[in-house]
């Protein structure tokens, strides 16, 4: 498919005064007839947290399994230094060969001690007693982060970590590795997670991968200079080499600035949809407008639903109501076994509710994506999947030939009759939303739709969304995903009790934030009989006017720093920066550091004094 997917890494702006832990010089691996990668130099500094951006099938994981000597590479220099501990988290670790995920943990080469494995799975939540067979996603993908972190590694080569982890797991990790004091590769989808840990990008795009001195926060911003650059020398190229070379590039700037736009569609969508939210956070059932209720397409009126029978029984589900509009995309976010997937089945009327009704409207013809990928065998061509087999699909009552098609979900044509199995598990991922997308339907269902896509793809998926006519019900971990496309946000937190906030994950995280601060600080002295006890009781249980005042207003300067580094990181995402003006990306990138650095001693500030508030009033 691809002559050359890597032929040269160009480092821009790496800071060498500091040796690396690791490097590769002219780095070359030949598959059959073609390189995937050639005449490579790369170097990894000890503190390096390096994002690794590239399309599906671009060739990350393949890099990853360079760097842990899993592959031998075909030519090339690779140098580490004694003495590091390179360990690798694959992204589909093989489990049958293990009784339990304890086994898995503790077996195989380099295995780490069973006290240190213990110790993490005790913080990240997993009982590794647990049988491998009947392990699930989550709980597999949870002992594999605690063998890999639990093996002392100083370097640390992640692939899509985040993958089958729910909400609370991801948040554990985020902490663990902004803790770590060595050097990461990370392969993710997630942008939220790419943005608040990584400061350097490995960007690998069409035969080179370039590096910036600047974390995923900037990569935006870096990448349209590099296109709009492109975009000037292709002009030089003649019409039939622009078209063919250059469709992909220009079609993906053009939908990022797109989604700008339906972005604010997308803010005025949820400030229409605020109207109907009561303030208490629950749906309002009792709209005053007849012709909302027409256009309601699911409505449930206080279904519950629990499991188990006796003392046993986990209610997950509690006298909840929503009415679901036309052209709702509704996001449910939680962690695992907090209800999600019973919630959606409700919903959806394949499982009914214990008490409570469901109601859906006659018209509702609705589109399961997650159910369709037995179609996805092997040795089906991409036209099977597609068009049956054929030249022409029906795109929602449109006729299109299949390998134009293609080119709207950033597939090359010519692999119109490549076999499923030579796709990469994004690429089948894609071929299946294409397929799904094109079937007329006004309901569309998608369970972690953002597993094995890479960002361009999400891009794409963003777009199809937002000018889907029909309802959206998405189950997902990704935040950066949600904030840009649901407009309603149902949260679950195990109990029983779901959150309905307008707007994406951010709303959801804010409102649970100021709830829990809410409900930490303690009580304001009301009463004038409290100055009567002793003073060394009142000193007991509140803190001081300065410990108070920080635990009041750190939340609100972590915000801040937050948006800061960020607009730091796109400043010196300019290619032409540091050329133009040095003494400029010399200040630029101090003030980065030093931003970066007061906002770990903001968080760990504030976390000592929650803490603290916690024992006063316990």
């Known amino acids: 498919m691809h002559d050359c997917i890597c032929r040269r890494i160009t480092i821009v702006d790496a800071d060498m005064a500091t040796p690396p832990i690791l490097s590769y010089e002219q780095l070359g691996l030949n598959q059959g007839t073609s390189w995937l990668f050639r005449d490579i130099d790369l170097h990894i500094g000890p503190q390096d947290r390096l994002a690794l951006i590239g399309r599906n099938g671009a060739g990350k994981t393949t890099m990853l399994r360079l760097i842990n000597d899993d592959i031998e590479a075909d030519k090339g220099r690779r140098t580490?230094?004694?003495?590091?501990?390179?360990?690798?988290?694959?992204?589909?670790p093989d489990f049958s060969s293990y009784d339990s995920l304890m086994d898995f943990c503790l077996g195989g080469l380099a295995a780490p001690e069973e006290h240190a494995v213990a110790a993490i799975a005790d913080q990240i939540g997993i009982d590794l007693s647990r049988p491998a067979i009947t392990a699930s996603g989550g709980e597999r993908r949870r002992a594999a982060i605690c063998r890999a972190l639990a093996q002392e590694p100083d370097l640390l080569l992640l692939d899509e970590p985040t993958n089958h982890l729910d909400l609370g797991a991801i948040n554990w990790l985020e902490s663990w590795l902004e803790r770590y004091k060595g050097a990461f590769v990370v392969i993710s989808h997630d942008r939220t997670f790419l943005t608040r840990l990584t400061k350097q990008t490995l960007w690998l795009d069409r035969g080179s991968l370039r590096r910036k001195e600047i974390g995923f926060g900037g990569y935006d911003a870096w990448l349209e200079k590099v296109y709009a650059e492109e975009a000037r020398n292709a002009e030089r190229l003649d019409a039939k080499l622009k078209i063919e070379a250059h469709w992909l590039e220009r079609g993906v700037t053009a939908r990022r600035k797109r989604n700008q736009g339906r972005l604010e569609k997308l803010f005025q969508m949820r400030a229409q949809r605020a109207a109907m939210i009561g303030p208490s956070g629950n749906a309002n059932m009792k709209l005053e407008s007849d012709n909302s209720?027409?256009?309601?397409?699911?409505?449930?009126?206080d279904i519950s639903k629990g499991f188990g029978s006796g003392n046993d029984r986990v209610e997950v589900i509690r006298n909840f109501s929503l009415r679901i509009q036309r052209g709702d995309r509704i996001g449910i976010v939680g962690h695992n076994g907090a209800g999600k997937t019973t919630l959606l089945k409700m919903l959806t009327g394949e499982l009914q509710p214990d008490s409570g009704t469901v109601t859906q409207a006659?018209?509702?013809?609705?589109?399961?994506?997650?159910?369709?990928?037995?179609?996805?065998?092997?040795?089906?061509?991409?036209?099977?999947?597609?068009?049956?087999?054929g030249d022409w699909i029906d795109v929602r009552g449109v006729r299109k030939h299949v390998q134009g098609y293609l080119k709207e979900f950033l597939f090359d044509p010519s692999l119109v009759d490549a076999r499923i199995g030579t796709l990469s598990g994004g690429e089948q991922s894609r071929l299946l939303l294409a397929r799904e997308f094109a079937r007329a339907s006004n309901l569309l269902v998608l369970d972690e739709p953002t597993?094995?896509?890479d960002m361009e793809t999400l891009d794409l998926l963003q777009e199809v969304i937002a000018d889907y006519d029909g309802t959206v019900l998405i189950v997902s971990h990704d935040r950066d995903f949600l904030d840009k496309?649901?407009?309603?946000?149902?949260?679950?937190?195990?109990?029983?009790?779901?959150?309905?906030?307008?707007?994406?994950?951010?709303?959801?995280?804010?409102?649970?934030?100021?709830?829990?601060?809410?409900?930490?600080?303690?009580?304001?002295k009301t009463d004038s009989k409290d100055n009567d006890k002793?003073?060394?009781?009142?000193t007991k249980t509140k803190l001081s006017y300065k410990d108070q005042r920080d635990y009041d207003l750190l939340p609100e300067t972590i915000e801040d720093m937050e948006k800061a580094i960020i607009h730091l990181e796109e400043q010196l995402a300019d290619p032409n920066l540091y050329s133009s003006d040095p003494a400029r990306f010399q200040k630029l990138s101090l003030e980065l550091d030093k931003t970066r650095t007061d906002k770990d001693t903001a968080e760990e500030r504030w976390l000592l004094l929650a803490e603290e508030v916690e024992a006063l009033q316990g």
């Open 534 to 538: 002793p003073k060394s009781s009142v």
């Open 293 to 301: 209720k027409t256009k309601s397409v699911i409505v449930a009126e």
């Open 80 to 92: 580490v230094l004694p003495g590091t501990n390179i360990v690798m988290l694959d992204q589909n």
């Open 485 to 524: 496309t649901v407009t309603v946000t149902l949260g679950l937190d195990g109990s029983g009790h779901i959150d309905v906030i307008v707007g994406g994950f951010a709303e959801w995280e804010a409102q649970r934030k100021a709830t829990s601060i809410k409900a930490k600080k303690p009580p304001k």
């Open 362 to 389: 006659k018209t509702l013809d609705g589109v399961i994506i997650d159910q369709q990928r037995a179609l996805m065998t092997p040795q089906k061509r991409v036209r099977d999947v597609l068009a049956e087999g």
């Open 451 to 453: 597993n094995d896509l």
